[in-house]
């Protein structure tokens, strides 16, 4: 399925001045390896993304911010929350 995908964050999450990357994505049935583009403002990403689709049939683009993480433990400690919120609840 192609189109664009917007990260739209929660409430409580701040993402206000951080930049904003593009991944484009084969899909219907293509493939080729998926790129990243960017840091872009929100608003930017999102015409690029839009601009690209409306000119090309197979693509899928995710646009999400980029998180300012600088060490490992920083990066580990996301991918910990981020299982905890999809494990099951007992």
Known sequence: MAGVIVYEPDDDTDVEGLPWA??????????WASFVCGPYDRDDAVKLAEEVLASSRGVT????????VTEAADVLATIA?????EEPAE
């Open 22 to 31: 593009v991944t484009f994505e084969a899909s219907a049935g293509e493939e």
């Open 61 to 68: 683009a995710v646009v999400e911010p980029l998180l300012p």
């Open 81 to 85: 929350e981020l299982r905890d919120e």
